[in-house]
């Protein structure tokens, strides 16, 4: 079984920044892109920013310039700095892990985190 543990959500003023976590435990044996989603209330779930395992990076027009993904293939690991936020950054963030194997051969898999809760406010 694997799963996302997502950390580092809360409530930040606008202008703050603020650091998201995500680990993938369990049997893993390689993950082609982890990323993070996010949901606002009353919103559709965007994505944000998604980074391959050779460390490609795409991330949605709205946080570009302000937030950076990044990674750690060894530890099963993605990064979310988010700086400058903003009111309109205010969401769950969701854990992405695309194209999970649990071994060679595997079929891929993908994976959901729980969601932390992001809140920009003064």
């Known amino acids: 079984q694997v799963q996302l543990v997502e950390s580092g959500g809360g409530l930040v003023q606008p202008g703050g920044s603020l650091r998201l976590s995500c680990v993938a435990s369990?049997?893993?044996?390689?993950?082609?892109?982890m990323g993070w989603y996010r949901q606002a209330p009353g919103k559709q779930r965007e994505l944000v920013a998604l980074?391959?395992?050779?460390?490609?990076?795409n991330y949605v027009d709205s946080v570009k310039d302000r937030f950076t993904i990044s990674r750690d293939n060894a530890k099963n690991t993605v990064y979310l700095q988010m700086n400058s936020l903003r009111p309109e950054d205010t969401a769950v963030y969701y854990c992405?892990?695309?194209?999970?194997?649990?071994?060679?051969?595997?079929?891929?898999?993908?994976?959901w985190g729980q969601g932390t809760q992001v809140v920009v406010s003064s």
């Open positions: 992405y892990a695309e194209g999970v194997k649990r071994y060679v051969g595997d079929y891929m898999r993908n994976y």
């Open positions: 369990g049997s893993i044996f390689s993950i082609n892109a």
């Open positions: 980074i391959t395992s050779a460390g490609s990076t």
